[in-house]
C-alpha cells in the first residue's frame, strides 16, 4: 500500500504534466497504482475496511487467555479443536492490534548524575576456566554513574566479607567516595525492606558510616534505575570471559584490573568520552577516602583438634602440636588466615578461597617422625627425685624413655626407693644398673636388698668382744 508520502508525490508530477509511465518508472511502482491514486485525487491513505478474521472469536479468544496463561500457541490450539481454525499470524496480529494478553510497553527513562553523586553496585554469576577446570563465580561490578568508570572483580562466593572487601577495592580504585551507593536490594546489604524503605545490616551501616556513603535500594521491577552496572554484565561475558584461562584467583583478578584499565580508558561513543578523562573532573566532587583504612577481615573462634589441626570453611590449617585442645582465635583477610594462641604466638596461613576440603600443613608445626611430643612441664616425681638424689640424675633421664612400664608408674617406684632405702645402697645399686644398663626396677630394688643386708645387718662372731651377740 503507498504512502500518503507517494501519493503526495504523484498527484505533485501529474500537475507539472509527467506522464503516468514516468511517475511509476521514478517512484518505482506500478501504472495500475499511480492511476488509482490519480482516480481517488486525494494523498489521504484509504482506511481497511476488509473485517478481520479472528473478530467473531474476540470473546472465545479472551476467556482462553487465562486458563492458557497468555500463551498463544495453546489458545490456537483450544480454538482449532473448538473448530475454529485460524493461523498463528492471523491470531498474534489480531491480539497485538487490539492489545489482548499484552502488557502495554513502557518506554525506558533515562537518568542523569552529577559528579560524585552515584556509584552502582551488582553482582551476576559466570563460568570461566580456573587451573583448567570450568567453574561458576560470582562477579562483583561497581561503575560510578557520572564518569561510567568501570571496576570488577571475581570470587567464589559472595557474602558480606566479600561484600567489604570489594567495595573498599572499588572505592580505592575510583580514588574517593560518592554520596550514595546503589545496590538491588540484595540481602547481603538489607537487613530488611526494599527500595527506599531498605535498611542495611548493622555491619554494612558500620561499613558505609566509615566511608561516608549511604546504601540505596532501587524499587522492586525497577531494573532500569542501575542499568549502568547491568551493561558490563555483557562485556564481562561476551568480551573479558571470552577464550581466557586463569591460573588461580590471583591471576584471575589481576587480569580483572587490568581489563579494567584497558575499558576505562577506551573512547565510548554512547557518552562520546573516554571514563578516565571524565573521572578527573568526577574526582574533584568525591568525598576523599578515610586517612586509615583497616583491612577488612572475619573473626572467630576454634579449638585445635587432637591432629593438631583448625577447622575454617571445610578447610584444616596447621598450628603447633603443643596448642591441641586449646582455644584460638582465628583472623581471616582475603589473603591470609592468622592463628592468634596467645598474645605472643601466632600462625600465619595462606587463605585457602574456594571450599575444596584442603589440609594445609607446615612441616615445623609437626614432631619429627617417631618421636614423642616432648611434656611441656616435668612429672612431679622426678623433680621429688632429682632433688633428693641429684647422684641418679642421669640414670632417671636413660629411665624415661627404657623402662617397659608407664613412666608415671616407674617414676612413683623410684620415687619410693629414694624414700625407704638408705642413700649409700641406693646410689651403689644405681650406677650398677646405668653401668650395665638395667632398668628394671624390681631387679634394681632387689639390689638395694642385697647391699642393705649386707652392710646393715650383719652379725658378728662369738666372742669378739663386749658387742658380741647375747
Not at 90 to 108: D, E, K, M, N, Y
Not at 294 to 308: A, F, K, N, S, T
Not at 321 to 324: C, K, L, P
Given at each position: 500500500?503507498?504512502?500518503?508520502?507517494?501519493?503526495t508525490?504523484?498527484?505533485?508530477?501529474?500537475?507539472?504534466?509527467?506522464?503516468?509511465?514516468?511517475?511509476?518508472?521514478?517512484?518505482?511502482?506500478?501504472?495500475?497504482?499511480?492511476?488509482?491514486?490519480?482516480?481517488?485525487?486525494?494523498?489521504?491513505v484509504?482506511?481497511?475496511?476488509?473485517?478481520?478474521?479472528?473478530?467473531?472469536?474476540?470473546?472465545?479468544?479472551?476467556?482462553?487467555?487465562?486458563?492458557?496463561?497468555?500463551?498463544?500457541?495453546?489458545?490456537?490450539?483450544?480454538?482449532?479443536?473448538?473448530?475454529?481454525?485460524?493461523?498463528?499470524?492471523?491470531?498474534?496480529?489480531?491480539?497485538?492490534?487490539?492489545?489482548?494478553?499484552?502488557?502495554?510497553?513502557?518506554?525506558?527513562?533515562?537518568?542523569?548524575?552529577?559528579?560524585?553523586?552515584?556509584?552502582?553496585?551488582?553482582?551476576?554469576?559466570?563460568?570461566?576456566?580456573?587451573?583448567?577446570?570450568?567453574?561458576k563465580?560470582?562477579?562483583?561490578?561497581?561503575?560510578?554513574?557520572?564518569?561510567?568508570?568501570?571496576?570488577?572483580?571475581?570470587?567464589?562466593?559472595?557474602?558480606?566479607?566479600?561484600?567489604?572487601?570489594?567495595?573498599?577495592?572499588?572505592?580505592r580504585?575510583f580514588?574517593?567516595?560518592?554520596?550514595?551507593?546503589?545496590?538491588?536490594?540484595?540481602?547481603?546489604?538489607?537487613?530488611?525492606?526494599?527500595g527506599?524503605?531498605?535498611?542495611?545490616?548493622?555491619?554494612?551501616?558500620?561499613?558505609?558510616?566509615?566511608?561516608?556513603?549511604?546504601?540505596?535500594?532501587?524499587?522492586?521491577?525497577?531494573?532500569?534505575?542501575?542499568?549502568?552496572?547491568?551493561?558490563?554484565?555483557?562485556?564481562?561475558?561476551?568480551?573479558?570471559?571470552?577464550?581466557?584461562?586463569?591460573?588461580?584467583?590471583?591471576?584471575?583478578?589481576?587480569?580483572?584490573?587490568?581489563?579494567?584499565?584497558?575499558?576505562?580508558?577506551?573512547?565510548k561513543?554512547?557518552?562520546?568520552a573516554?571514563?578516565?578523562?571524565?573521572?578527573?573532573?568526577?574526582?574533584?566532587?568525591?568525598?576523599?577516602?578515610?586517612?586509615?583504612?583497616?583491612?577488612?577481615?572475619?573473626?572467630?573462634?576454634?579449638?585445635?583438634?587432637?591432629?593438631?589441626?583448625?577447622?575454617?570453611?571445610?578447610?584444616?590449617?596447621?598450628?603447633p602440636?603443643?596448642?591441641?585442645n586449646?582455644?584460638?582465635?582465628?583472623?581471616?583477610?582475603?589473603?591470609?588466615?592468622?592463628?592468634?594462641?596467645?598474645?605472643?604466638?601466632?600462625?600465619?596461613?595462606?587463605?585457602?578461597?574456594?571450599?575444596?576440603?584442603?589440609?594445609?600443613?607446615?612441616?615445623?608445626?609437626?614432631?619429627?617422625?617417631g618421636a614423642?611430643?616432648?611434656?611441656?612441664?616435668?612429672?612431679?616425681?622426678?623433680?621429688?627425685?632429682?632433688?633428693?638424689?641429684?647422684?641418679?640424675?642421669?640414670?632417671?633421664?636413660?629411665?624415661?624413655?627404657?623402662?617397659?612400664?608407664?613412666?608415671?608408674?616407674?617414676?612413683?617406684?623410684?620415687?619410693?626407693?629414694?624414700?625407704?632405702?638408705?642413700?649409700?645402697?641406693l646410689?651403689?645399686?644405681?650406677?650398677?644398673?646405668?653401668?650395665?644398663?638395667?632398668?628394671?626396677?624390681?631387679?634394681?630394688?632387689?639390689?638395694?636388698?642385697?647391699?642393705?643386708?649386707?652392710?646393715?645387718?650383719?652379725?658378728?662372731?662369738?666372742?669378739?668382744?663386749?658387742?658380741?651377740?647375747?
Open positions: 500500500m503507498l504512502s500518503q508520502n507517494q501519493r508525490t504523484i498527484l505533485e508530477l501529474q500537475a507539472q504534466g509527467v506522464s503516468k509511465r514516468e511517475i511509476a518508472r521514478v517512484l518505482k511502482i506500478s501504472r495500475l497504482s499511480v492511476r488509482k491514486v490519480l482516480r481517488a485525487n486525494s494523498a489521504e484509504p482506511k481497511l475496511l476488509r473485517p478481520e478474521k479472528a473478530e467473531p472469536y474476540r470473546q472465545q479468544i479472551l476467556e482462553l487467555l487465562g486458563p492458557c496463561k497468555g500463551n498463544l500457541v495453546r489458545v490456537q490450539e483450544e480454538l482449532a479443536a473448538s473448530g475454529a481454525h485460524l493461523s498463528y499470524s492471523t491470531l498474534t496480529a489480531f491480539c497485538r492490534r487490539h492489545g489482548l494478553g499484552q502488557q502495554p510497553i513502557v518506554p525506558s527513562g533515562n537518568y542523569h548524575f552529577l559528579p560524585g553523586e552515584e556509584v552502582q553496585h551488582d553482582t551476576s554469576p559466570h563460568e570461566v576456566e580456573l587451573g583448567g577446570k570450568r567453574r563465580v560470582q562477579t562483583a561490578s561497581a561503575v560510578l554513574g557520572y564518569s561510567r568508570l568501570l571496576f570488577f572483580q571475581m570470587y567464589p562466593t559472595f557474602t558480606r566479607f566479600e561484600a567489604k572487601i570489594f567495595l573498599t577495592e572499588a572505592l580504585y580514588g574517593g567516595v560518592p554520596a550514595r551507593l546503589v545496590i538491588d536490594n540484595t540481602h547481603v546489604v538489607a537487613s530488611h525492606g526494599t527506599r524503605g531498605l535498611v542495611p545490616a548493622p555491619e554494612m551501616a558500620a561499613f558505609a558510616e566509615r566511608f561516608g556513603f549511604r546504601f540505596r535500594a532501587h524499587e522492586l521491577g525497577d531494573a532500569n534505575r542501575s542499568a549502568r552496572v547491568e551493561r558490563p554484565f555483557w562485556f564481562m561475558e561476551r568480551n573479558f570471559l571470552a577464550g581466557r584461562r586463569f591460573a588461580n584467583w590471583q591471576d584471575l583478578n589481576q587480569q580483572a584490573r587490568q581489563g579494567c584499565d584497558r575499558v576505562n580508558a577506551t573512547y561513543k554512547h557518552i562520546r573516554v571514563p578516565r578523562e571524565l573521572l578527573a573532573v568526577e574526582r574533584q566532587h568525591l568525598k576523599p577516602l578515610p586517612t586509615w583504612i583497616p583491612e577488612v577481615y572475619r573473626l572467630q573462634e576454634r579449638i585445635v583438634d587432637v591432629e593438631g589441626y583448625v577447622a575454617l570453611h571445610s578447610h584444616r590449617y596447621s598450628v602440636f603443643t596448642g591441641i586449646r582455644q584460638v582465635e582465628v583472623r581471616e583477610t582475603k589473603d591470609q588466615v592468622v592463628i592468634q594462641l596467645d598474645a605472643r604466638n601466632s600462625v600465619t596461613h595462606q587463605r585457602v578461597a574456594e571450599a575444596e576440603h584442603q589440609r594445609i600443613t607446615v612441616a615445623a608445626h609437626r614432631p619429627p617422625r614423642n611430643s616432648p611434656r611441656p612441664h616435668p612429672h612431679p616425681e622426678e623433680q621429688l627425685i632429682v632433688q633428693a638424689a641429684p647422684e641418679i640424675a642421669d640414670y632417671l633421664t636413660a629411665l624415661k624413655p627404657r623402662s617397659r612400664k608407664l613412666v608415671v608408674l616407674a617414676l612413683r617406684q623410684l620415687l619410693r626407693l629414694v624414700r625407704e632405702y638408705p642413700r649409700e645402697p646410689l651403689a645399686a644405681g650406677r650398677e644398673a646405668a653401668h650395665y644398663g638395667l632398668y628394671d626396677l624390681d631387679r634394681v630394688e632387689r639390689m638395694i636388698l642385697r647391699r642393705v643386708a649386707q652392710e646393715y645387718f650383719r652379725l658378728k662372731e662369738k666372742g669378739g668382744g663386749p658387742d658380741e651377740t647375747k
